[in-house]
């Protein structure tokens, strides 16, 4: 892995491979160190406890939602509402597209 896709971003979409929520997908609200990452995904992992996870036990999405990311970097918070908004969005953009046979290749990207 090189360092690019290693380093999620703020916004970025994650999917958790280690733990209780392993197979879930979560976003990146804060980023700790070279190591750890703080995720939530506006539901059962709230924007105010959210969960701190260790790099190697997510896999970064190629995907990015400017709303989250923006919110964050303007107030430094964001709701839970969008959390969950940007979640469904890219579950019903990327995954379902996935499930029909598409490749990621098309790498829909939103910056």
Not at 24 to 32: G, K
Not at 52 to 76: A, D, F, W
Request: net charge positive; proline share 4%.
């Amino acid at each position: 892995m090189n360092d690019t896709e290693s380093r999620p971003e703020l916004g970025q979409v994650v999917q958790i491979l280690q733990g209780r929520e392993a197979g879930q997908y979560a976003i990146v609200i804060n980023i700790i160190d070279d190591r750890f990452v703080l995720l939530a995904d506006g539901e059962k992992r709230k924007y105010d406890r959210p969960k701190r996870k260790n790099l190697n036990h997510i896999i970064p999405m190629r995907y990015i939602s400017p709303e989250v990311q923006n919110s964050l970097l303007e107030t430094g918070r964001v709701t839970n509402g969008k959390l969950r908004f940007a979640i469904s969005k890219f579950v019903n953009e990327v995954v379902t597209d996935l499930k029909k046979g598409d490749q990621l290749d098309g790498e829909r990207r939103c910056n």
